[in-house]
Nanobody
Framework: VQLVESGGGLAQAGGSLKLSCVAS?????????MGWFRQAPEKEREGVSC????????DYADSVRGRFTISRDNAKNTVHLQMNSLKPEDTAVYFC????????????????????WGKGTLVTVSS
């Protein structure tokens, strides 16, 4: 099983980035919850956005709600995170995760429902 993130980089405050996560080694379907987490320097990892039980069920951290959008393409084994109106405090390493997380636990960290994790992609937002 492998999750590989891409799309990170440097952006200015107010700008946008789109992260992608390509999954392999397991059946990528709506049965799996897919989530994005992030870890800023010297901070705990936190849940950012999660999709469970299909594309219609999503959850977002309060800090990104209205700015970030999660989506998935099962045909391409890919989940995306569109990040708009970026802020310097969004600077972090962003991780993709997959598993049978429930709606309740989807954004939790540590997350008992997320079985697979990517290695992360760095997002840096300058002021």
């Amino acid at each position: 099983v492998q999750l590989v993130e891409s799309g990170g980089g440097l952006a200015q405050a107010g700008g946008s980035l789109k992260l992608s996560c390509v999954a392999s080694g397991f059946t990528f379907s709506d049965d799996y919850a897919m989530g994005w987490f992030r870890q800023a320097p010297e901070k705990e990892r936190e849940g950012v956005s999660c999709m469970y039980n299909g594309e219609g069920n999503t959850d977002y951290a309060d800090s990104v709600r209205g700015r970030f959008t999660i989506s998935r393409d099962n045909a391409k084994n890919t989940v995306h995170l569109q990040m708009n109106s970026l802020k310097p405090e969004d600077t972090a390493v962003y991780f993709c995760a997959a598993g049978y997380a429930s709606a309740y636990e989807c954004l939790l960290y540590p997350n008992p429902g997320m079985d697979f994790w990517g290695k992360g992609t760095l997002v840096t937002v300058s002021s």
